[in-house]
């Protein structure tokens, strides 16, 4: 349904996406995330065609986005970071000035008002301005407006911030019930919402895609592993790959400049005292060795914080050893 | 509904939410009812000087109350068109929905098309009850009524002009006093612009820059002269600016 190839966006010198690829499927609901600034909404804004793209294809429902725009945007329910909503507007006549824009008319315009308005709870406030809302209606009329047209693709700009605990799980319902029946992307920069509504997640920082793989897959390989973390004082350019020589180690992580890395190892199986001997006899100069305990955050933090220093190798490889496409 | 005409129906909308089109529109209403009413009285001062001297008086009312006043509403519209111009793109991209309104499946042109006929219409309204002037007068007095007319038609073409530079300022920032301002600098230029062509005098260089000034085509106009060559102008300038604005537009999503 979604299919971007090697999509590229610079602002002047500043390379804000770097060779993305990804697609989602008829039915799916895929988690964009990453920290603020990783490329999320650069790429929501190249799908909806806001933007174009420097280099590469983005592809929606079989539609350029360069070279059809109107067929791409007919198809695309898109709710951008802060909601698209007129103060002026009552709920009401917003939605029907967004259903007008959609080419809704008569009954068909009035039902699908009726549907979204019901959908999302807006029934107590349809008459009032959306200027005298609170953060929570606002969010929810932005994607009342997103869904009125009934698009096949929803792309959904962090869609439960600013909600209060009981709508985030409504929303959430809410998501996962289109699934199936529309193609979502959503980013956010909370896991527990990618684990709890999403079939697939890419985790994107520095504009690169460096994971991409189920929450379960994601976090259950990392669960069942064992995670030593090492950091050395000076490593050398074959310390990844000597590291992951030793006996027992699946996958060397590289952090950063700071000369971090984090070790797997299968589930029971302690190679601290291997790494030890190897660092000594190398001569890495051995500052840290310690066991970690890893969830889906601290490798969500551990991918994204060295942003700078994440040469796309040692992770990409890492993941991509696993079967995944990265 | 077309999605121009819901553009068009939204911004009336948004336009009578607001309480800037009722300041506007009362300041404007009152300063040409006020300066009708001068024009007015010193016509009828001039009468009776006349009535004094010759014993008898004939005045033109096309000429001592009509002409003035279209010259001076052409001042007022340069001051008071920006003001309902400025919020057109310029909120749009304040608030954020500037984005929601360029992924919808609507043209950019027809974007563009809908905000300025929602202020057209605005400014055909509002100059609709200034021609309570020419009623009123009508029932007391006897005047031409084709150049007044004629002079309608030049506010008319004078005003879709002023709205369309005002359209093109909004579109290039987010801030609206600064489109109001870019605006009434663009016109005063262009105003301008016959003043630096008479002082040209009468060269090739002279007329084309004149020509470019809408002064003189407005002139015409008001006195009754209703030229091809003026409405070409009016009419190739308005879809200059409103082309302008659509590649302003176009240019903003590149950021």
Known sequence: ?326 | MTPVQAIIAKELRSYFVSPVVYAVGAVFLLIVGLLAYLYVVFAGAQAIQLMQVQGSAQINLNDLVFRNLFASTRFILLIVLPILTMRLFAEERKLRTFEFLLTSPVGINEIVAGKFMSVFLLFLGLLGLTGLVPLVLALFCDFEWYPVLTGYLGLVLLGALFLSVGVLASALTENQIVAAFVSIGLLLVLWLLSGLGSLLGDTAIGQAVTYLSFMEHYDHLVRGLVDTKDLVYFFSSLALMLFLAHRVVDSARWK
């Open chain 1, 1 to 326: 349904m979604i299919e971007v190839q090697q999509i590229t966006k610079r602002y002047g010198q500043h390379t804000a996406l770097d060779r993305i690829s990804f697609s989602v499927a008829k039915g799916e609901v895929l988690a964009f995330l990453g920290p603020n600034g990783a490329g999320k909404t650069t790429t929501m804004r190249i799908l909806t065609c806001f933007m174009p793209a420097t280099e590469g294809i983005a592809r929606v429902a079989g539609f350029d986005c360069a070279d059809q725009p109107m067929e791409v945007k007919r198809r695309i329910g898109y709710l951008p970071e802060t909601p698209p909503v007129y103060q002026e507007l009552t709920v009401t006549e917003y939605l029907r000035f967004v259903g007008r824009l959609r080419g809704l008319t008569g009954n068909i315009l009035t039902s699908s008002m009726q549907r979204e308005i019901e959908r999302l709870g807006l029934g107590a406030v349809q008459r009032r301005l959306i200027g005298n809302l609170s953060r929570g209606y606002r969010q929810r009329v932005g994607l009342a407006q997103a869904l009125l047209h009934d698009p096949q693709v929803l792309i959904l700009d962090e869609p439960t911030v600013g909600l209060d605990p009981k709508q985030i799980i409504e929303i959430r319902e809410l998501i996962k019930n289109l699934a199936g029946s529309h193609s979502v992307i959503l980013s956010t920069h909370i896991l527990p919402e990618a684990t709890a509504v999403c079939q697939r997640v890419v985790i994107i920082s520095g504009g690169r895609i460096v994971a991409e793989d189920t929450p379960e897959q994601l976090s259950a390989r990392l669960r069942q592993s064992e995670k030593i973390s090492l950091t050395l004082k000076s490593p050398t350019a074959d310390t990844e790959s000597r590291l992951k020589g030793v006996q027992g180690v699946q996958h060397v992580f590289v952090g950063g400049d700071s000369g971090t890395f984090i070790l797997e190892s299968e589930l029971g199986r302690d190679v601290r005292e291997e790494v030890a001997r190897l660092t000594v006899t190398s001569g890495w100069g051995l500052l840290e060795l310690k066991a970690i305990s890893m969830t889906l955050e601290d490798v969500f933090l551990q991918l994204t914080r060295h942003e700078e220093g994440l040469v796309q190798d040692p992770v990409r490889t890492s993941v991509e050893s696993t079967g995944q496409p990265a």
